[in-house]
């Protein structure tokens, strides 16, 4: 039966890959994993049936929700009905490789192959990071020989950078009633999808196009390095404009950190005056959501900056929100260190891309 405190718990599926081994969880946010094998859909019964209220897996959602701001859990009645029977999965969300084009500055070599490169680099340490489509291929397999994909509406893709590997291609091609399925990437952008990709998007019900933008111009080419934004605005606009797509619509990815949160509004500008809605007049969503880890996470930021914040957007405003419930500030000494040694490494300057709170660093 469907779980009423959240329907991911009853039928999402969350599929990554851990030392050659596919495991899974409700969602990319519950903290607990589980190995797919033979035992799994007795194993997620039993979940499904404990699980009535928060719990420490659940705590990314419960954080989401106090600040006022749309849960994963809140989207679940999206794709799962509430007479759901069936353990089948209904959302499911793919992150099986790391290949990634960018190494921006909130992410790490858990989710980038880029970073990895870079960080061996730093330490003068020999890598050799493959492509290895076998281990990919077999997850892929186990996944779709353990769970039926028959009631499935909803995939969305991590990376990685999804579009940067044909990984997304060789799992939807299992997919058996396409027409019934949102396609959604979580995507930085930088790549225009191939006529293959194209052909293939055209076979199912809606293509959820979700870029990553933590900024515009000065402030996504420092975000995002080596990425940059007249590139990744190029991408969306032709995006916008491509008319043998009719299925896609458009959804914004915001990651507030403790710097670039104060200039949102030039994201949200850009967006009203060039990408506010797709051809066919659907409106474009845009999703805001904190910046985890030690380095940039969004509860570091320096008390002037928060003021600065809450005079600048008013009490409605989600940024004001998020600011306005932070906790008391963190120490931004991992902060220091790193733009002391990537700012050098990559010729940037965090003062040159976020000048206006240089003075309170």
């Not at 009423?4 to 596919?22: A, E, K, M, P």
């Not at 897996?57 to 809140?74: M, V």
């Not at 281990?135 to 950078?161: C, M, P, Q, R, W």
């Not at 959804?251 to 850009?270: K, P």
């Amino acid at each position: 039966m469907t779980n009423q405190f959240c329907r991911y718990i009853s039928n999402g599926y969350s599929f990554t890959i851990n030392n050659n081994s596919v495991i899974v969880s409700p969602c990319c946010l519950y903290k607990s994993k589980i190995q797919v094998d033979s035992q799994l859909l007795q194993r997620r019964r039993s979940m499904i049936e404990s699980i009535t209220d928060w719990t420490a897996n659940c705590a990314t959602c419960k954080i989401l929700e106090d600040a006022g701001q749309q849960s994963l859990r809140q989207t679940g009645p999206d794709w799962i009905q509430d007479d759901e029977t069936s353990q089948d999965p209904v959302a499911i969300d793919i992150a099986l490789d790391t290949e990634c084009n960018a190494a921006c500055v909130t992410c790490g070599p858990v989710s980038s192959s880029l970073w990895e490169k870079e960080n061996s680099k730093l330490s003068n340490e020999k890598i050799t990071i493959n492509k290895n489509t076998d281990n990919i291929d077999n997850a892929i397999d186990h996944i779709v020989d353990t769970v039926s994909l028959n009631k499935l509406k909803y995939v969305k893709f991590f990376g990685g950078e999804p579009l940067f590997t044909d990984t997304h291609l060789r799992f939807i091609k299992h997919i058996p009633c396409p027409e019934n399925v949102t396609l959604h990437y979580t995507t930085n952008a930088s790549i225009y999808p191939n006529k293959e990709t194209f052909e293939i998007w055209k076979k199912f019900k809606t293509i959820i196009f979700a870029a990553s933008l933590d900024g515009i111009q000065e402030q996504f080419d420092y975000v995002r390095w080596p990425l940059r934004w007249s590139k990744v605005s190029e991408n969306l606009l032709r995006l916008q404009q491509n008319k043998n797509i009719n299925n896609l619509m458009f959804r914004v990815e915001f990651t507030a950190n403790f710097l670039n949160a104060y200039y949102f509004d030039r994201v949200e500008d850009w967006i009203k005056n060039n990408l506010d809605t797709n051809l066919s007049g659907d409106k474009t969503e845009i999703n805001i959501h904190h910046c985890w880890g030690n380095t940039w996470n969004l509860e570091k930021m320096p008390a002037d900056i928060r003021t600065l914040i809450l005079k600048k957007y008013p009490n409605d405003h989600v940024i004001h929100n998020l600011v306005a419930n932070l906790p008391s500030p963190g120490s931004i000494e991992s902060w220091k260190q790193f733009v002391k040694t990537w700012d050098t490494r990559r010729n940037n300057s965090w003062q040159t891309a976020f000048p206006d709170l240089a003075q309170y660093l």
